[in-house]
């Protein structure tokens, strides 16, 4: 006997459901999506803020003993070359800084032969973030997305607050890594929740949305930062915005995906039916079977699949290599504006607009051009930047050329880095993108472990070694990129077999002599 008509439900999944809700022009949808991203903006806050707390002013102190004045000699620049070619010489007793901000590598003594100590604390907190990607996936399963954010949020809140009581440096080693575990629960936990409320054609834009609240949060602790005078209350002010930010996370409605995964379809349905009526577009659900296609493969399964299919194999550690050089050049110029210029405020500042710009760049550069041949464009100009830092050209004041064209250096790497994330997500296969995207996001994050390292060799090279370096390494990762499939307009994979068929094919043409 069939059914009745009115118990034939569709089946329908939870992407078809959005796609179906969602307009042409979602001006509603854009708002929540806007509002979802608001508090990736703590990142920065958080990853930049010892940038500032930390800073030493080498060119403000000043002699206060005749030893001091006998070694200092004929000086008419006072510099970190003259403080620290003196080694003989004590705070307090033959010099005092003249700075009117206060410091913990001041308070502390992180300078001259102790300064390697300040990029150890700055990359302590990628540490934390490995720790919080590998657990985020646990806590979003038990919790959902969105009680997953507000519990990093919470815990990287303690973190920044203990900032106001931290006694020493080791202690502030372990209150970075608390830092970077809570925030990439809450970053994790935001784009995971972002991407699945976006229909499939709001995806890429919703993306570069969060890039761009990304760098208005640099903006924010940079300019938090040159208000505030005392370093403590630095990182009171980023406690501050990460609170503040993560206020929309309250009001957002649960995951429908977690809600399915624990069994709750009913609820699923009304969170999905709240939602089309918000979108101006009400859909009735009673006669909609949600279909929720759990993983099929296990982890252990999965990279199997990397044995039996190289191109895969191939792609993934082409992918894994450009990230982690992506990550070194980002950060050793986020972290090495201190050294470039002597203005740090205003270089810490152009630099934060100039991500702006980059993010805000990356999407249509994207559309006109291809992913692959995106980065390429922005790769271009940043090994093009490096060589025309190298002359000594002065502006007048402080500006040099160097600083102009590391500025724009420094525009092109953030663009590819916004670009990675897009390419990635067209390169790897449908079942095995969390994979491909996690091996990915794990080697960007020992690269960023690595760049605030960088600054430190314009302490013992000519300022011209560096940026050879980041030449070498930019051109490294365009090789990285050169063998990658180009992607523009091709369908996006779905299985790995679908890698090794396009891979095939696309050595056939190159073999074929009419191609």
Avoid at 230 to 254: G, H, M, Q, S, Y
Avoid at 300 to 320: G, V, W
Wanted: hydrophobic fraction near 45%; glycine fraction near 8%.
């Amino acid at each position: 006997m069939s059914p009745k008509p009115e118990e034939i439900k569709q089946r329908l999944t939870v992407d078809e459901i959005v796609d179906k809700i969602v307009p042409d022009r979602p001006n509603w949808v854009l708002c929540l999506l806007f509002l979802a991203a608001i508090p990736s903006m703590n990142t920065p806050a958080k990853i930049f803020v010892t940038i500032f707390a930390g800073h030493v002013p080498y060119n403000e102190w000043r002699c206060v003993s005749h030893r001091c004045a006998v070694a200092v000699g004929n000086a008419t620049i006072y510099n970190r070359d003259v403080l620290c070619g003196h080694h003989e010489l004590e705070v307090e007793v033959d010099f005092v800084w003249k700075s009117e901000r206060s410091s913990y590598a001041l308070d502390w003594g992180l300078y001259c032969d102790n300064e390697y100590k300040l990029p150890i604390i700055n990359s302590f907190f990628f540490i934390g973030a490995c720790l919080g990607l590998l657990c985020s996936t646990a806590i979003f399963d038990r919790v959902g997305r969105k009680y997953g954010a507000l519990i990093g949020t919470a815990i990287g809140t303690v973190g920044s607050l203990s900032g106001l009581v931290v006694s020493g440096y080791t202690t502030l080693l372990l209150l970075r890594i608390v830092q970077g575990f809570g925030q990439f629960i809450t970053f994790t936990g935001v784009y995971c929740w972002a991407v699945e409320f976006a229909p499939s054609h709001l995806r890429n834009p919703a993306s570069a949305g969060t890039q761009v609240l990304w760098s208005c949060g640099y903006i924010a602790i940079v300019c938090c930062s040159y208000v505030i005078k005392e370093w403590r209350l630095i990182f009171l002010a980023a406690a501050i915005l990460n609170v503040v930010t993560a206020i929309p996370l309250i009001f957002l409605p649960k995951s429908p995906r977690f809600l399915l995964v624990q069994g709750k379809e009913e609820e699923a349905k009304r969170v999905l039916t709240s939602f089309s009526r918000a979108a101006g577009n009400p859909i009735n659900l009673d006669q909609v079977e949600i279909v929720y296609q759990k993983r099929v493969q296990g982890f252990l399964s999965q990279i199997q699949d990397f044995r039996n299919f190289p191109a895969l194999t191939k792609e993934t550690l082409r992918s894994m290599a450009s990230w982690f050089i992506i990550a070194i050049l980002f950060y050793g110029f986020s972290f090495g504006w201190g050294k470039i210029s002597d203005d740090l405020y205003i270089s810490y500042l152009l630099a934060a607009i100039g991500k702006f710009i980059s993010y805000s760049s990356t999407f249509p550069v994207c559309q006109w051009l291809g992913a692959r041949r995106g980065a390429f464009f922005f790769l271009s100009i940043s090994f093009a930047s490096y060589f025309l830092a190298m002359p000594d050209v002065k502006f007048g004041g402080r500006w040099t050329l160097e600083n102009v064209s590391c500025l724009i250096g420094s525009m092109g790497v953030t663009a590819v880095f916004a670009v990675f994330y897009l390419f990635t997500g067209e390169l790897a296969p449908t079942s095995h993108r969390g994979m491909v995207l996690s091996l990915s996001s794990s080697s960007a994050r020992i690269g960023s472990f690595i760049g605030p390292y960088m600054s430190l060799m314009y302490n013992v090279a000519d300022r011209r070694v560096p940026l050879v370096v980041f030449a070498v390494l930019t051109a490294l990762c365009g090789l990285a990129v050169w063998f990658q499939p180009d992607t523009t307009g091709r369908r996006i994979p779905e299985t790995p077999k679908d890698v090794e068929c396009y891979a095939k094919t696309r050595n056939e043409n190159s073999e074929s002599p009419l191609a």
